[in-house]
T-cell receptor, first 113, second 114 residues
Framework: GAGVSQTPSNKVTEKGKYVELRCDPI?????LYWYRQSLGQGPEFLIY????????DSGLPNDRFFAVRPEGSVSTLKIQRTERGDSAVYLC???????????FGPGTRLTVL | AQSVTQLDSHVSVSEGTPVLLRCNYS??????LFWYVQHPNKGLQLLLK??????LVKGINGFEAEFKKSETSFHLTKPSAHMSDAAEYFC????????????FGKGTHLIIQP
Protein backbone atom coordinates (compact mmCIF):
# COMPACT_ATOMS: atom_id res chain seq x y z
CA GLY A 1 0.00 0.00 0.00
CA ALA A 2 1.00 3.63 -0.29
CA GLY A 3 3.23 5.12 2.34
CA VAL A 4 3.23 8.61 3.79
CA SER A 5 3.48 11.22 1.07
CA GLN A 6 4.49 14.86 1.36
CA THR A 7 4.13 17.71 -1.07
CA PRO A 8 5.94 19.59 -2.36
CA SER A 9 9.23 17.73 -2.20
CA ASN A 10 11.08 21.04 -2.43
CA LYS A 11 9.93 24.56 -1.68
CA VAL A 12 11.97 27.71 -2.17
CA THR A 13 10.54 30.93 -0.82
CA GLU A 14 11.62 34.41 0.15
CA LYS A 15 11.98 35.72 3.65
CA GLY A 16 8.67 37.01 4.95
CA LYS A 17 6.48 34.84 2.74
CA TYR A 18 3.83 32.33 3.84
CA VAL A 19 4.18 28.62 3.04
CA GLU A 20 2.05 25.52 3.39
CA LEU A 21 3.42 21.99 3.53
CA ARG A 22 1.13 19.02 3.05
CA CYS A 23 1.20 15.52 4.48
CA ASP A 24 -0.91 12.55 3.36
CA PRO A 25 -0.69 9.82 6.00
CA ILE A 26 -1.14 6.12 5.49
CA UNK A 27 -4.83 5.35 5.15
CA UNK A 28 -6.40 4.45 8.48
CA UNK A 29 -3.63 5.89 10.61
CA UNK A 30 -5.14 8.05 13.33
CA UNK A 31 -1.94 9.62 14.65
CA LEU A 32 0.09 12.10 12.63
CA TYR A 33 3.38 13.77 13.57
CA TRP A 34 5.43 16.67 12.20
CA TYR A 35 9.19 16.93 12.70
CA ARG A 36 11.84 19.36 11.50
CA GLN A 37 15.35 18.25 10.53
CA SER A 38 17.99 20.93 10.21
CA LEU A 39 21.22 20.22 8.37
CA GLY A 40 23.44 17.83 10.28
CA GLN A 41 20.90 17.28 13.05
CA GLY A 42 18.36 14.67 14.01
CA PRO A 43 14.67 15.36 13.49
CA GLU A 44 13.00 17.50 16.17
CA PHE A 45 9.40 16.98 17.17
CA LEU A 46 7.01 19.80 16.34
CA ILE A 47 3.41 18.64 16.83
CA TYR A 48 1.23 15.59 16.75
CA UNK A 49 -2.44 14.94 16.06
CA UNK A 50 -4.71 12.24 17.33
CA UNK A 51 -7.59 12.39 14.88
CA UNK A 52 -8.45 16.00 14.14
CA UNK A 53 -7.09 17.53 17.30
CA UNK A 54 -3.55 18.61 18.11
CA UNK A 55 -2.71 16.48 21.13
CA UNK A 56 0.71 18.02 21.70
CA ASP A 57 2.06 21.15 20.00
CA SER A 58 4.87 21.77 22.48
CA GLY A 59 7.54 21.48 19.80
CA LEU A 60 6.32 24.35 17.63
CA PRO A 61 9.08 26.97 17.87
CA ASN A 62 6.83 30.04 17.90
CA ASP A 63 3.43 31.34 16.84
CA ARG A 64 4.46 31.66 13.21
CA PHE A 65 4.03 27.90 12.97
CA PHE A 66 0.60 26.31 12.86
CA ALA A 67 -0.76 22.95 11.73
CA VAL A 68 -4.22 21.62 10.99
CA ARG A 69 -5.82 18.28 10.27
CA PRO A 70 -9.49 19.18 9.71
CA GLU A 71 -10.81 15.78 8.66
CA GLY A 72 -8.44 13.55 10.56
CA SER A 73 -6.44 12.54 7.51
CA VAL A 74 -4.40 15.06 5.49
CA SER A 75 -2.47 17.62 7.52
CA THR A 76 -1.04 20.99 6.55
CA LEU A 77 1.85 22.71 8.30
CA LYS A 78 1.65 26.46 7.86
CA ILE A 79 4.51 28.87 8.39
CA GLN A 80 3.91 32.62 8.39
CA ARG A 81 6.52 35.33 7.79
CA THR A 82 9.21 32.80 7.00
CA GLU A 83 12.75 33.41 8.20
CA ARG A 84 16.04 32.04 6.91
CA GLY A 85 16.33 29.95 10.07
CA ASP A 86 13.19 28.06 9.06
CA SER A 87 15.15 26.39 6.26
CA ALA A 88 15.11 22.65 6.97
CA VAL A 89 13.56 19.37 5.91
CA TYR A 90 10.07 19.02 7.33
CA LEU A 91 9.13 15.40 7.97
CA CYS A 92 5.72 13.92 8.51
CA UNK A 93 5.02 10.54 10.10
CA UNK A 94 1.86 8.59 10.79
CA UNK A 95 1.02 5.62 12.97
CA UNK A 96 -1.97 3.36 13.46
CA UNK A 97 -2.43 4.80 16.91
CA UNK A 98 -0.37 6.93 19.27
CA UNK A 99 1.71 3.99 20.52
CA UNK A 100 2.34 2.32 17.18
CA UNK A 101 5.34 2.45 14.90
CA UNK A 102 5.74 5.77 13.13
CA UNK A 103 6.16 5.59 9.36
CA PHE A 104 7.94 8.57 7.86
CA GLY A 105 7.40 10.39 4.61
CA PRO A 106 10.27 11.56 2.37
CA GLY A 107 10.05 15.12 3.68
CA THR A 108 9.71 18.59 2.21
CA ARG A 109 12.94 20.54 1.86
CA LEU A 110 12.16 24.20 2.63
CA THR A 111 14.66 26.85 1.64
CA VAL A 112 14.08 30.44 2.72
CA LEU A 113 16.18 32.93 0.78
CA ALA B 1 12.23 14.95 30.11
CA GLN B 2 14.15 12.63 27.85
CA SER B 3 17.27 12.88 25.74
CA VAL B 4 19.56 10.81 23.60
CA THR B 5 23.31 11.08 23.10
CA GLN B 6 24.97 9.42 20.17
CA LEU B 7 28.60 9.24 21.09
CA ASP B 8 30.07 9.28 17.59
CA SER B 9 29.11 11.64 14.78
CA HIS B 10 31.00 9.48 12.25
CA VAL B 11 32.01 5.81 12.26
CA SER B 12 34.11 4.23 9.53
CA VAL B 13 34.55 0.46 9.17
CA SER B 14 35.75 -1.88 6.47
CA GLU B 15 33.29 -4.06 4.62
CA GLY B 16 32.93 -7.40 6.39
CA THR B 17 34.01 -6.10 9.81
CA PRO B 18 31.74 -5.50 12.83
CA VAL B 19 29.76 -2.33 13.33
CA LEU B 20 29.17 -0.61 16.69
CA LEU B 21 27.13 2.58 16.96
CA ARG B 22 26.88 3.89 20.50
CA CYS B 23 23.87 5.48 22.16
CA ASN B 24 23.10 6.61 25.70
CA TYR B 25 19.68 7.79 26.80
CA SER B 26 18.06 9.68 29.60
CA UNK B 27 14.39 9.27 30.48
CA UNK B 28 12.21 9.96 33.49
CA UNK B 29 10.10 6.91 32.78
CA UNK B 30 10.65 3.43 31.42
CA UNK B 31 11.50 4.30 27.86
CA UNK B 32 10.87 2.80 24.50
CA LEU B 33 14.02 2.93 22.39
CA PHE B 34 14.46 2.75 18.65
CA TRP B 35 17.09 2.86 15.96
CA TYR B 36 16.18 4.45 12.62
CA VAL B 37 18.24 4.54 9.44
CA GLN B 38 18.19 7.28 6.82
CA HIS B 39 19.69 6.62 3.42
CA PRO B 40 20.47 9.61 1.19
CA ASN B 41 17.31 11.04 -0.34
CA LYS B 42 15.15 8.42 1.32
CA GLY B 43 12.78 8.47 4.25
CA LEU B 44 13.56 7.30 7.76
CA GLN B 45 13.19 3.56 8.23
CA LEU B 46 12.78 1.73 11.52
CA LEU B 47 15.61 -0.77 12.14
CA LEU B 48 14.51 -2.10 15.51
CA LYS B 49 12.75 -1.19 18.74
CA UNK B 50 12.88 -2.01 22.44
CA UNK B 51 9.64 -1.80 24.42
CA UNK B 52 10.40 -3.52 27.75
CA UNK B 53 10.38 -7.11 26.51
CA UNK B 54 13.67 -8.91 25.73
CA UNK B 55 16.71 -6.71 26.30
CA LEU B 56 18.45 -8.00 23.16
CA VAL B 57 16.50 -6.81 20.18
CA LYS B 58 16.96 -8.07 16.65
CA GLY B 59 16.11 -5.86 13.72
CA ILE B 60 16.23 -5.85 9.98
CA ASN B 61 19.33 -6.36 7.82
CA GLY B 62 21.23 -8.22 10.54
CA PHE B 63 21.29 -5.36 13.05
CA GLU B 64 20.68 -5.84 16.75
CA ALA B 65 20.80 -3.73 19.90
CA GLU B 66 21.03 -4.45 23.59
CA PHE B 67 19.18 -2.45 26.22
CA LYS B 68 21.33 -2.01 29.34
CA LYS B 69 19.42 -0.17 32.03
CA SER B 70 22.38 0.02 34.42
CA GLU B 71 24.43 1.77 31.77
CA THR B 72 21.50 3.67 30.20
CA SER B 73 22.77 2.47 26.85
CA PHE B 74 21.24 1.05 23.68
CA HIS B 75 24.16 0.38 21.33
CA LEU B 76 23.55 -0.86 17.79
CA THR B 77 25.68 -3.67 16.38
CA LYS B 78 26.07 -5.76 13.27
CA PRO B 79 28.57 -8.62 12.93
CA SER B 80 29.60 -7.89 9.36
CA ALA B 81 29.19 -4.58 7.55
CA HIS B 82 27.92 -4.40 3.98
CA MET B 83 28.41 -1.54 1.56
CA SER B 84 24.65 -0.97 1.54
CA ASP B 85 24.77 -0.18 5.28
CA ALA B 86 26.34 3.21 4.57
CA ALA B 87 23.78 5.72 5.87
CA GLU B 88 22.85 7.98 8.78
CA TYR B 89 21.66 6.19 11.92
CA PHE B 90 19.52 7.74 14.63
CA CYS B 91 18.98 6.52 18.16
CA UNK B 92 15.54 7.53 19.39
CA UNK B 93 13.74 7.54 22.74
CA UNK B 94 10.11 7.80 23.69
CA UNK B 95 8.94 8.10 27.29
CA UNK B 96 7.21 5.03 28.59
CA UNK B 97 3.45 5.17 28.61
CA UNK B 98 3.38 8.40 26.74
CA UNK B 99 2.06 9.14 23.32
CA UNK B 100 4.66 11.79 22.73
CA UNK B 101 6.65 12.53 19.69
CA UNK B 102 10.00 10.82 19.35
CA UNK B 103 13.23 12.37 20.63
CA PHE B 104 16.08 11.80 18.18
CA GLY B 105 19.82 11.83 18.69
CA LYS B 106 21.98 13.90 16.38
CA GLY B 107 22.83 10.88 14.27
CA THR B 108 25.88 8.81 13.41
CA HIS B 109 27.13 8.74 9.85
CA LEU B 110 28.29 5.20 9.03
CA ILE B 111 30.93 4.95 6.34
CA ILE B 112 31.82 1.57 4.84
CA GLN B 113 35.27 1.25 3.32
CA PRO B 114 35.69 -1.30 0.51
Amino acid sequence: GAGVSQTPSNKVTEKGKYVELRCDPISGHTALYWYRQSLGQGPEFLIYFQGTGAADDSGLPNDRFFAVRPEGSVSTLKIQRTERGDSAVYLCASSRDTLGEQFFGPGTRLTVL
Amino acid sequence: AQSVTQLDSHVSVSEGTPVLLRCNYSSSYSPSLFWYVQHPNKGLQLLLKYTSAATLVKGINGFEAEFKKSETSFHLTKPSAHMSDAAEYFCVVRSGGGADGLTFGKGTHLIIQP
